[in-house]
Every structure is written in structure tokens, then in C-alpha cells.
């Protein structure tokens, strides 16, 4: 499968949910196809640097070769799940790709909640974030798993 992450700017939570995933699908001893995206982003931007922090602390990732690039309409159809961080990102993704609306989801949609943007905060929001992300990440790989999806 084809795994696109959205957020707002591409340097926080979607950077970080990359990393997550692609750490989650090699576990599972699965070829990673993973990108992310913002409905806001700057192309070219580097991952905050208390996300990089925290993505190396957790020992999933390595943020600094990051940058950061906006949604297209193109990346949206190139995948077969879009995940969002909030409601507000699934319905800029669906506007711009109204024919995709049957795979982007929320993130967090099997915990009913929205990830929340840590930027401004301090390194354990950051920490925290990622924690919140790798358990809905998990959540969404078992799930398709037993779908027979992941493959």
C-alpha cells in the first residue's frame, strides 16, 4: 500500500508520522511507501527541530534529510490511504481531490481523536505527539493487516 500523512506545514506531525510508519511497516518486515505532505507547507522546509528530537529519541527515524513540500491533488491520487491529523486537513485533502474522499481518514479515527499540532511547544509536546501517532499508527496497520491489505 501507498501511505500518505498530511498535517498543516509539514514540519511537525506529518514528518513524524512518516518516520512512524515507515519504522512500523519495516517492523512488520514490509517495504515502506510512505510520504507526507501539508495543506499549508512552504516546499523546502526542514522538520521542526524538537520533532527531529524527538523521532531520534524514540529511535524511528532520522528527520534531518526532511523538507517539507504542499499537497497536490496528483500525491493524493497516488495513494491508497491518505491519513489526516484533523478534521480540518481530510476536508482540505477531500476538496482538492473530491474523488479520493473514500480513502483519507483521520489518523486517530480508531481513537476518535484529532493529533494536535505541537508546534510553539515545549520538547515533551513533541514527545508526546509522537507517542499519540505511533499508538494510531499501530492501530491502522493491524487493522489493515487483518484486512489482508498489508502486504
Known sequence: MRFLVVCTANVCRSPMAEAAMRHALTARGLRPDVGSAGIDA????????????????????????????????????????????????????????????GRVRLLGHWQSVEIVDPVGGPAHEHRQCLQLITECVDQWLDRLSRQGLLQ
Not at 49 to 70: E, K, T
Open 42 to 101: 512552504l516546499t523546502g522546509e526542514p522538520a521542526h527541530p524538537l520533532s527531529m528530537q524527538a523521532v531520534a529519541q524514540a529511535g524511528i527515524g532520522d528527520l534531518s534529510l526532511h523538507r517539507s513540500r504542499p499537497l497536490s491533488p496528483l500525491m493524493v491520487r497516488n495513494a491508497d490511504l491518505v491519513l489526516c491529523m484533523a478534521s480540518l486537513h481530510r476536508s482540505s485533502v477531500v476538496a482538492r481531490a473530491p474523488e479520493a474522499a
